[in-house]
C-alpha cells in the first residue's frame, strides 16, 4: 500500500485526556482502572472509566446530538491541537476531499438505556421527548457529529466489528485514498461504558474481579473501558504545510469465522492479519520493533494471539497488551491502541503490561511487564473482535 502520514493524534481514556497524560501515565507504568461505580451497576469488577464526561456541553448547534459517546469524542477532539490539524487539512483539501471513517461497537446505547428507564417509571406510553435515537443511540451518530462539528462532506461511515471496529477504518481510509476518491481523512474509535456491556461481558463470564492482567498466569478476563481516540491520514505527498509525525505503512485484515465470542484456538485470522500488514507494506517481521497485543486477558484470547504472534516472530520482537493501563475499550480499542503504538514510536517506548506478577510460563512471546527505552522504528497493533473480525495496522516513524 502506499504509505500515508499521520500529522496528528489524539485520544483520551482512563489514563487521561490527551497525549500529556498518556504518556506520562505510561511511562510511569501508571494504570487508570478502578472498582466500578458506573450509573446504577451492581457488578464486582474494574473499570477504565473516563471522568467529567457528563460535564461537557456541546453548542447548541450539536445539541440534538447530546449523549455519553459524543461527548466523549467531544473531549478527544478538543485535544492536542487535533481540531485545528482538521481545519487545516479542509483548507488545503477542500470538505468534499476529505473522509471521516469511525468504529464504534455500542455507540450510545447509554441514551436508550436511560430513556427507558425513565419509561418504565413513567406512564409507559411512550419514550421521553428527549430521546433522540437517529443523534445517539444510531451507530452512525457519532460520524454525524463529527462530520457536523467540522463541517466534512467527503465520504463519511462507521464501522461496527466488534472489538477491530476503529483499527478497520484506517484501512478503509488508506483504500479510499488509494482509489482518488479523497486525499485526506479523520479516522478514530469512540465507545463509551453502559450497562449492556457490562452485563452482556459478565453473562458471558469474560470480565475479571480484578484489574485486567493480560499474560498473567492468574488473567481470568477482561476489565471494561471507555475511550475516544481519532488521528488524521493523508496523501503522503498531499503537499501544504503539514508535517507527517509518523506514517501508517501497512494494514492487514482477515475474518477466520471460528465462532461468535471465541477466537480460533491456533490464531489463524490473527496471523493472517499481522501477515497481511507486513505484505501490505512490503516489509519482514524482521522490520517490526514493538507489536502491541490486542491482550484482553481472557484465557483463550491471550493464547490464541500469542500462538500467532510466536508463529510468526518468535521471540524477536517485544510485545505487551495496555488494555491493564485503559481497560478494554471495544469498539474504540483499535483507534485508542493505534495512538499508544504512535505514542510508542515517538517516545522510543516500550511499554510494560500492568498488573501481571508472573507471565503464564505456556505463552512463549517475548512479553514485556518492565518498561524499556529504545529507539524504534515501527510497531504493529492488533485488534481482534467476536466473529473473528481482525485488523492489524503497522506503523513508521517520522525518520523511518
Known sequence: MQALRIPAYTMTSCLGRGLEPTVAALLAQRGGLRRCDFETVDLDTWIGEVDGVDDVVLEPALAPFDCRNNRLAQLALEQDGFADAVRDALARHGADRVGLFVGTSTSGILQTELAYREYLGGDRDRLPSWFRYAETHNTYSVADFVAHRFGLRGPSFVVSAACASSAKVFGNAARMIAAGRIDA????????????????????????????????????????GEAAAFALVERDDAGGPSVAVARLVGV???????????????????KQAMASALRSGGLSTADVDYVNLHGTATRNNDAAE???????????????????????????????????????????????????????????????????????????????????????????????
Open 252 to 270: 492487514g485484515e482477515s475474518s477466520d469465522a471460528h465462532h461468535m465470542s471465541s477466537p480460533h484456538p491456533e490464531g489463524l485470522g490473527a
Open 185 to 224: 481523512a479523520v479516522v478514530g474509535g469512540v465507545d463509551s461504558l453502559c450497562l449492556t456491556t457490562l452485563y452482556g461481558f459478565r453473562s458471558l463470564e469474560l470480565i475479571s474481579t480484578r484489574p485486567a492482567r493480560p499474560y498473567g498466569a492468574d488473567r481470568d478476563g477482561l476489565s471494561i
Open 306 to 400: 500469542d500462538r500467532a504472534v510466536h508463529a510468526l516472530f518468535g521471540r524477536a520482537v517485544p510485545v505487551s497488551s495496555t488494555k491493564g493501563a485503559t481497560g478494554h475499550t471495544l469498539g474504540a480499542a483499535g483507534a485508542c491502541e493505534a495512538v499508544i503504538a504512535l505514542v510508542a514510536l515517538r517516545e522510543g517506548l516500550v511499554p510494560g503490561g500492568l498488573n501481571v506478577a508472573a507471565i503464564d510460563p505456556a505463552l512463549r512471546s517475548d512479553y514485556r511487564i518492565v518498561n524499556e527505552r529504545r529507539p524504534l522504528r515501527r510497531a504493529l497493533s492488533n485488534s481482534f473482535g467476536f466473529g473473528g473480525a481482525n485488523c492489524s495496522l503497522l506503523f513508521a516513524g517520522a525518520t523511518a
